[in-house]
């Protein structure tokens, strides 16, 4: 497997595990610890990353041992508390994991997730009222890159394709990047964007190294690991859904 390609899956799960530790436990049902109880998930899932990093890389055994759930497998077997404990152990595990790996990708693929990471951790925080246009989400980006002095192009770029011609919202030229913003407002919002996001990749798979397509979510996409499997299988496309 391309070390990129295994650097992005552990990376989205990392973040996935960090979710989970960042939510409350829901005291008010009485269920303190059920926002751990998705434990064994993350840490089968360190475990696979850890095998597969240590085949490409083979100094970082010492670095990720294998985590053994032995009897703590079932949730129900034992208590709320381990359920956080293992789920905390997961979320940095994985977390470190992704940092290693990161450390291993070429120049370019640094940058592009430097710019993943940027959009994931500020595009949330700069959106005030829900937005009701996509090019509302477009100018909160561009106004994060541009305050990171970013070298980027907003729809300059005209990409044609047999008789169609694409123009991507942000284009990174010098790293061969390009960046969609779609805006999830309603319920018949994801089939649309899923079958624009083909189209898209379709038009830029020969012009850029990487896709980044941005996903704005007012609440209507329920499962976004579903959502993201069979569009990410294309190993230079990658899928970034923001919740409000």
Sequence with gaps: METEALYEMAATVARSAER??????????????????????????YNRFAVLTVAA?????????L??????RNPGSVGGHMWKSYAELSAARLGALSAYLKTKLGTKEKEHEQIIDLVNANLRASIYQDPKHEREVQDVLETIFR?????FRREKDTVPFSTKRYIPDFTFN????????????????????IDEIG???I????????????IY??????????????????????ILIIKK
């Design 20 to 45: 989970m530790c960042s939510q409350r436990g829901g005291e008010s049902n009485g269920l303190p610890f059920q926002n751990y109880s998705g434990y064994p998930f993350y840490i089968d899932e």
């Design 217 to 238: 979510d007012l609440g209507f996409i329920r499962d976004t690991a579903q959502f993201r499997a069979d569009i990410e299988k294309k190993g230079n496309v990658h």
């Design 203 to 214: 038009g830029y798979a020969d012009r850029y190294d990487r896709i980044i397509f941005v």
């Design 57 to 65: 890389f083979p100094e970082a055994e010492e670095l990720f041992p």
């Design 67 to 72: 985590v053994d759930l032995q009897g703590a």
């Design 199 to 201: 189209a898209d990749i």
């Design 174 to 193: 010098a790293i061969g990047l390009a960046v969609e913003v779609k805006l999830c407002k309603d319920k018949d919002r994801e089939k649309d964007m």
């Design 147 to 151: 305050a990171r002095t970013l070298d």
